[in-house]
Structures are given as structure tokens and as C-alpha cells.
């Protein structure tokens, strides 16, 4: 969703409080996809005047996205807080310290689903685990191990041993 600022540009002190409606449903980062189930609240305050502007609030989610163990869905909760400056005199100067300063910014509208991707980004698991102990899938048929043994022989060959096994295999 996009938010006009050219009033907050226009004049200084003028600020607006908004709860905009999240239009990210899903998205994709690090190879897992995530989805959006619920956003319980999400509030933006945005100040500034003339060629600054700071943008604060919160945003409340549900997340949802597969174990990287087991493939089962994991439910999770965040809540990063938003707190962002944008100077367009530095913008306009080519002087940034960091691009994800303004990639949520079109001219004078504030894309709003940008700007919680890029707050989500750092809140987001590293590894995304069902439990702690979870034993993942059969490398074999693909059981859940966590629902039980499937009876399938994994144990891996070892490669410098595999010339004598096979001597000893022949033999039977």
C-alpha cells in the first residue's frame, strides 16, 4: 500500500498517524517462503517537514513457513518495532549510507509492504525448527521421523571400507 507524504514534505511539523492494511501475503527470503497469517496490529507514525522525514511504529504478525528439518508448518510470532529517517537533501545528493534508506520510498509515497519486508528481514529465524529435537525426514521414503521409526536402513557405506565389505559380501 502506498502513503501520499507530499503534505509532511510540504510543510514543517506536520505529521500524520495511519494504520494502512498490509498487503504483503506471503513472500520469499533465504530460499523458504513465508506467509503471512494474520496481522494483528500495525501502526505507522510519520513526521518530518521539507526534506526530512521520520517514519516509526509496529507492526504485530503471524508467520507461518516449513521446518527445514521435517517440512512440517511452524507458526511464528513477530513484532519488530519501525523506525526509520529519510533525508531527501542526501537522497538528492547520491549520499546514503544504506540503500534500504529509501527503497521503500516512489517519489512522495511511502510503500508501506517495502518497509515491513525490510523491518521483517533481521526478525526472522535463522533456522526454522518445528522443536529443537526435531529428526527430520528418511533420506530413504521420506517419513516424518518425527511420528515414529519407518524401518528403513540409513545408515551410510563407508567409501574406504566398501572394497572389503564387498569381499566379504561374496563370500556369503
Do not use: W
Request: charged share 25%; aromatic share 6%; proline share 4%.
Amino acid at each position: 500500500m502506498y502513503i501520499d507524504i507530499s503534505e509532511i514534505l510540504s510543510s514543517k511539523g506536520k505529521e500524520i498517524t495511519v494504520s494502512p492494511e498490509l498487503g504483503l501475503k506471503d513472500f520469499h527470503f533465504g530460499g523458504v517462503t513465508y506467509k503471512v497469517d494474520e496481522c494483528s496490529a500495525y501502526e505507522l507514525h510519520i513526521s518530518g517537514g521539507k526534506s526530512r522525514i521520520r517514519i516509526s511504529g509496529h507492526v504485530d504478525l503471524q508467520l507461518s513457513a516449513p521446518c527445514s528439518r521435517c517440512l512440517d508448518t511452524v507458526h511464528i510470532s513477530l513484532s519488530p518495532e519501525i523506525d526509520r529517517s529519510v533525508d531527501f537533501d542526501q537522497v538528492r545528493e547520491g549520499i546514503l549510507e544504506d540503500i534500504n534508506d529509501i527503497c521503500f520510498m516512489k517519489e512522495e509515497s511511502l510503500d508501506t509492504d517495502v518497509l515491513v519486508y525490510n523491518e521483517l528481514i533481521p526478525h526472522l529465524p535463522m533456522k526454522i525448527l518445528c522443536k529443537e529435537d526435531c529428526q527430520g525426514l528418511c533420506p530413504v521414503c521420506g517419513h516424518n521421523l518425527n511420528l515414529g521409526d519407518c524401518g528403513c536402513d540409513r545408515r551410510s557405506p563407508d567409501l574406504q571400507m566398501s572394497a572389503i565389505m564387498d569381499i566379504f559380501n561374496s563370500k556369503q
